[in-house]
């Protein structure tokens, strides 16, 4: 996608009554994490109002992505490019997403990307968020594969799961705003967090796991962080 950004949502979070003292100190820190949430129309009633009532107020910087403007939001609508094969599932909303937050939020030290069901345990995030150096090249989130009845015939790669949440560094994603044009344009046939994880792969970066990024109870998993 090319030409003048939307305007910003008017979502105003980071409320400076918070009570909890760790968010109070995230709102009002040098920290910079820019929140994208993916969601539909039919979700944002729903979903997506619970997130802004609960967790999505500690938080200063978040922009909502949707196929269509819904002013009560605002959302940011999306388009698909001219030859994707799975427009009804929403899996090309990925990479116009990341290219208009990056615009949006340039200097973020990290962007963390996730759909209108994950629920962030904000200052759980930050802690994690600050183990890494965010000028380098970082790719957190669950480590994941695709199945291997569908995606894994044609892209043999870990990533991070989407359901879950993932973060991207701001010095990866610098270097992967170049090329995300070209995957979004040449990637048309997988799930969304495939797309990433493959354009991410491209650049040499592989995922890094992370235990608190999961999107089933813990006791589903077996962790194992040796990527």
Known sequence: PTGAIPAAPQFTPCAAAMPWRSIRRFCHSGWKVAFGVLTSQR?????????QQTWLRQV??????????????PTIPLEPPANEELVGGGAWKNFPALIDLHKRFPAAKWVFFHDDDTYVFVSNLLRTLSKY?????????????PREDMEWREVKIAYASGGAGYAISRGLMRRLAAGMP?????????AGDIRVG?????????????????HED????????SG
Not at 43 to 51: D, G, I, N, P
Not at 218 to 225: K, P
């Open 218 to 225: 813990h006791e589903s998993y077996v962790w194992d962080s």
């Open 198 to 214: 493959k354009c991410i792969a491209d650049l040499g970066v592989r995922v890094t796991p992370e235990v608190g990024f999961h």
């Open 60 to 73: 200063r910087h978040a922009a909502f992505y949707s196929e269509a403007v819904d002013d009560t939001v």
């Open 182 to 190: 070209a995957c979004h344009t040449n990637y048309t046939r997988w």
């Open 133 to 145: 150096d965010a000028d380098a090249n970082f790719y957190l989130g669950l480590y994941w594969t």
């Open 43 to 51: 979700y944002v009633t729903t979903r997506l109002h619970s997130q």
